[in-house]
């Protein structure tokens, strides 16, 4: 390997990875924040084609979303929204109102889901199914019939 290819492969290793959101160790949400819940989508990852959905809770609140095959979930406010996006070459594609008559049981499942790993599978266990868990712990019925946010409206 030539010193310009070495130089280039120790530039790339020394990039800090785009900002994807914190870990929450303690969740501050009161279910009350549930009656401001968006399912949120964005453009993808390289040859990711369906995107990527997260949750917004409470209105200039809070979005939470899986991002890693084997990694507990993020969270981050506006802020650092915008930089998630900016961060990751990213844009909003659609944002997509999701009543919830349960706020309590959304509550209590998005607790559950912070507090361990998410096996990310692909397609059936991904970020879209992520989103759903916790609206339809919610007693809303939305949700994507292909698990591929871009393909579809979340209904």
Same mark, same amino acid.
């Given at each position: ?78 802020? *650092?929204?915008? !930089?998630? &996006?900016? =961060? ?8 997509? +109102?999701? $009543?919830?008559?349960?706020?309590? *049981?959304?509550? !209590?499942? &998005?607790? =559950? ?8 599978? +692909?397609? $059936? ?23 591929? $946010? ?6």
């Amino acid at each position: 390997m030539g010193r310009a290819t070495n130089s280039a492969i120790q530039a790339k290793a020394s990039k800090p990875r785009p900002y994807i959101g914190d870990v929450m160790f303690h969740c501050f949400l009161r279910p009350s924040d549930f009656k401001h819940t968006c399912a949120v989508v964005v453009s993808g990852d390289s040859i990711n084609f369906c995107g990527h959905a997260l949750l917004h809770i409470g209105g200039t609140g809070w979005y939470f979303h899986v991002a890693g095959f084997n990694e507990v979930p993020r969270f981050m406010s506006e802020a *650092g929204y915008k !930089r998630y &996006l900016k =961060e990751g070459n990213k844009h909003e594609i659609r944002r997509k +109102l999701v $009543p919830i008559p349960n706020p309590l *049981g959304a509550h !209590r499942r &998005l607790e =559950e889901i912070l507090s361990k790993k998410w096996q990310w599978l +692909l397609i $059936p266990n991904n970020c879209a199914s992520f989103v759903e868990e916790i609206v339809q712990a919610g007693g809303s019925n939305a949700g994507l019939y292909f698990n591929c $946010p871009t393909a579809e409206a979340f209904k």
